[in-house]
Each structure stands twice: as C-alpha cells, then as structure tokens.
C-alpha cells in the first residue's frame, strides 16, 4: 500500500509561482530518497529536484536552479517543491517519486530511472 499523491499544480503566469506537496501513505518518507520528476508532452522524464532522506543536500537540474526549492517534513509525511519565477517551459507533469536510500542511490537522485515508487503526477501549466 505504498502510495505518493501529489497536489497542487494548476495554471500561472509566467513569472508566477506554484508549491507542490507529495503526501505519503501507507509508508513513512524517512528513510527515503525524494525527486520530482517532470515530463512534458512528448518528452522523456526528467529529473528535477532530489532531497536526501535526511533532508540534506537537495539537488537541482540547472534549468530550475535558483527558482526551484525542494523541502521535506517528515513528521507530515510530505514533501514539497517550491517553484518561482516559473516558465513556459517548466510546463509540465509533475511526479513525485522515491526511493529506499541505500546503496548511495542518493548520488543518482538527478536520473528518472533511480525512483522505485511513483505518484500519479499533477499538471502545471505556465502560459500567459
């Protein structure tokens, strides 16, 4: 009964913002390696952001850095991506996923393929 639902994608305006929230169930994210991962139409899955599962040590794809803040709150069983200064191009499905952290799987967090476990994505669109 391992589930990740995410929430809270929608439309903006350029330049606007959006937070992400990914709620587990049935499982607890701390012992967890934490990504969203995006994919655009067309497009293959792209790693975006990955937080270990102690909360430290958050990586970023160079198209999101210094707009894109990812967090955890473990006693919520939550994760979140904050997103500003968005772009057309971050238009996209979001996906929450993870993954056990062992074996520095931690390392690979900025590649799609590491994730074990996958919500079922929520949609944002930038577009004026």
């Known amino acids: 009964q391992l589930q990740l639902v995410e929430s809270g994608g929608g439309l903006v305006q350029p330049g606007g913002s959006l937070r992400l929230s990914c709620a587990a169930s049935?499982?607890?994210?701390?012992?967890?390696?934490i990504g969203w991962v995006r994919q655009a139409p067309g497009k293959e899955r792209e790693g975006v952001s990955c937080?270990?599962?102690?909360?430290?040590?958050?990586n970023y794809a160079d198209s999101v850095k210094g707009r894109f803040t990812i967090s955890r709150d473990n006693a919520k069983n939550t994760v979140y991506l904050q997103m500003n200064s968005l772009k057309p191009e971050d238009t996209a499905v979001y996906y929450c996923?993870?993954?056990?952290?062992?074996?520095?799987?931690?390392?690979?967090?900025?590649?799609?393929?590491?994730?074990?476990?996958w919500g079922q994505g929520t949609q944002v669109a930038v577009s004026s």
């Open positions: 937080i270990s599962s102690s909360g430290g040590s958050p």
């Open positions: 996923a993870a993954v056990e952290d062992v074996l520095q799987l931690f390392r690979l967090c900025h590649k799609a393929n590491t994730y074990r476990y």
């Open positions: 049935g499982f607890t994210l701390d012992a967890y390696v």
